[in-house]
């Protein structure tokens, strides 16, 4: 049975751009595949520290001809892992070649099938006669850690809060850049939004002039190369989070929703130091459990000293620790 999701959770992250159905468990996320087969940009044992992948240039595509480019994401509403951005580029003619291969939303597809289309674009055990997507298309992810988001989220009242949506465009500006300067001639952004589409295409308009942008909802579903992107970082989330399993199995899906997910939050929660740093403090559900948390130790950070403190034990342990009772550390 589905838990209650925090409404200040809700709150908090809807003005985040953060849609309600972010929240709730998604069957096919909870996958029990081997780890035979890592995504490119996975690194194990999985670090705290947000990595960047990128592929090389596809043997396809010839540098100046027109290439068509889109984003999406995966991970934003868990209280669990990492949230991954991830792009994908074509050729704009072969893009029209996509739909026939089957790429849809990524949420719509079972796990199966996203990671056969995923090993077809990592050309992972296929033969030279079915390389076509790996020859085609070339991708890039940017794995946002759970420590570095509740970094930027639970900086201190005299620090300037690094929001999740100042994260998502952050991390999409820089993946499109790279692409940029490796020498692609991108022509055409499609994006899935994060926050108010107009804003945001408004946005991605002055960082990059030159090309024409459409930002809006549903562009996964809309844009077979949004699907491509979003693909990639469902894949490389959910294995991003087999990675990191702490619970031998017992965490469920990573979202709030997730009656095993907040059950182990409950069960597992140190007085002190909380949880390891696969969980976003940032998040009310975290804050909640930590408050109502009969041994939690609770420490009172009164000024800017002790609020510097706090910042840099986030940044080096990945550990958040207590809130406002005593005066000393």
């Known amino acids: ?23 709730e468990f998604e069957g096919t996320s909870q996958v029990s595949a081997d780890l035979d087969f890592l995504p490119p940009g996975v690194k194990v044992p999985f670090p705290d520290i947000s ?10 595509i010839k540098l100046g001809e027109p290439c068509i480019l889109g984003v999406d994401e995966a991970g934003r509403g868990p209280v669990l892992g990492a949230m991954v951005y991830a792009l994908s580029y074509c050729l704009k003619p072969y893009a029209k070649k996509l739909p026939s291969f089957g790429f849809a939303d990524s949420k719509q597809l079972t796990h199966a099938i996203r990671m056969s289309l995923f090993n077809r674009i990592c050309n992972n055990g296929q033969s030279s006669d079915n390389s076509e997507l790996f020859e085609n298309i070339g991708w ?21 809060v690094y929001n999740l949506n100042e994260q ?7 993946l499109i850049s790279e692409v940029l300067a490796m020498g692609v001639n ?10 108010p589409p107009a804003s945001y295409q408004a946005k991605l308009s002055r960082y990059f002039p030159s090309i024409k942008i459409i930002v809006t909802k549903k562009a996964d579903s809309l844009f077979p190369i949004v699907s491509v992107a979003s693909i990639c970082a469902k894949v490389t989330r ?21 009656g095993k997910t907040t059950k182990w939050l409950k069960d597992t929660v140190d007085p002190v130091f909380g949880w390891s740093g696969v ?43 207590g809130k406002l009772a005593t005066s000393e550390f």
Request: hydrophobic share 35%; aromatic share 8%.
């Open 238 to 258: 959910d294995i991003s989070l087999m990675c990191r399993d702490e619970s031998d199995g017992r965490w469920g899906s990573g979202y709030p929703s997730d």
């Open 168 to 174: 998502a465009h952050d991390a999409t500006i820089t």
């Open 1 to 23: 049975m589905a838990a209650a999701i925090a409404s200040q959770d809700i709150d908090e992250l809807s003005q985040n751009g953060v849609e309600r159905e972010d929240f």
């Open 51 to 60: 990595s960047t992948y990128h592929t090389p240039i596809p043997r396809a």
């Open 279 to 321: 969980v976003r403090f940032s998040w009310q559900t975290s804050k909640d459990l930590l408050e109502k948390h009969e041994g939690a130790i609770k420490v009172d950070w009164n000024d800017q000293d002790s609020a510097d403190i706090r910042q840099s034990a986030l940044q080096s342990s990945g550990y958040w620790i």
């Open 140 to 160: 890039a992810t940017r794995i946002m850690t759970a420590r570095d988001i509740s970094s930027g989220m639970l900086r201190s009242q005299t620090g300037r």
């Open 186 to 195: 991108i022509t055409e952004i499609y994006v899935d939004t994060v926050g």
